[in-house]
């Protein structure tokens, strides 16, 4: 396992690079390469890498994290579903931080939080055998106070709190899911759980939650490689930098 290098930020920014493989797998062949944005991200001041290896491996493949992790020297934080296919790949690749996820396979992009409260019996053999290991274990969690309980009881160091309803809200809506993520954010902390978010964060939404003091990193993918295609990958995580930091 590479070392993660020191990061100066007060806010974390994770890029998730795993459309940068769907679209290379749209056609088949080795291009646009995901490593090849790993190495991007890297260069230009972002401080970690997420990849999905999903069960029908649509975008990011087994081979891909070896290489992503030879690349660059920037943690890899693996998205994995609760399966024991999925931990025997993460005790093999060894990567910095492991987020469980929920997984649908009919579902194009993850949909709401992991049911951390409802599935203590199948998570905590997994999070137990990560720790272990000495993989940072992280819960992907909607914003509410039972399964911040949940990631307590099941010990998991790092919750990563679900911004969709958040981002895809309009108006006082907006400003009540808001609310939830600060108080969660903040619950978290209060119990010694390093908070995170991702989820549709874009140029537009990511300010108000940037600006909440508990959260030590954000993850964002779709869109900031939706942008790249117009302006480039450096100068999209250097926006997108840019407004993270302005907001603290």
């Given amino acids: 396992m590479i070392p993660p290098r020191l990061h100066p930020h007060l806010l974390r920014l994770g890029v998730n ?27 230009c ?31 890899l934080n693996l998205e994995m579903a609760a399966t024991d296919e999925m931990l025997a790949i993460a005790l ?6 492991a987020c469980i996820v929920p997984e649908r396979r009919e579902e194009r992009t993850t949909e709401g939080g992991l ?27 909607a914003p509410e106070e039972r399964q911040i309980e949940a990631a307590m009881k099941l010990r998991a160091p790092v919750v990563e709190l679900h911004t969709g309803e958040y981002a895809h809200a309009v108006g006082e809506q ?19 759980i390093e908070p995170h978010a991702g989820h549709g964060l874009t140029y537009d939404n990511v300010q108000p939650v940037a600006a909440i003091p508990q959260l030590a990193e954000l993850n964002i993918g779709h869109y900031l490689i939706g942008e790249a295609i117009f302006t480039g990958l450096e100068a ?6 840019e407004l993270m930091d302005s907001a603290r």
């Fill in 92 to 97: 093999r690749h060894m990567p910095h931080a």
């Fill in 115 to 141: 049911d951390a409260a409802g599935q203590h019996n199948r998570l905590a053999p997994i999070v137990a055998r990560l720790s272990d290991a000495g993989i940072r274990v992280s819960l992907f969690i």
């Fill in 174 to 192: 907006q400003a009540i899911e808001l609310r939830r993520l600060s108080d969660m954010a903040a619950l978290a902390a209060k119990n010694g």
């Fill in 17 to 43: 690079i795993d459309h940068v493989a769907t679209i290379r797998n749209a056609r088949g062949g080795d291009h646009p390469d995901p490593v090849r944005a790993a190495q991007i991200v890297a260069e």
């Fill in 45 to 75: 001041g972002g401080d970690g890498i997420t990849a999905h290896l999903r069960e029908d491996r649509r975008h990011i493949r087994d081979e891909d994290l070896a290489r992503i992790q030879a690349a660059t020297n920037l943690p």
């Fill in 236 to 241: 999209a995580v250097l926006r997108m930098r």
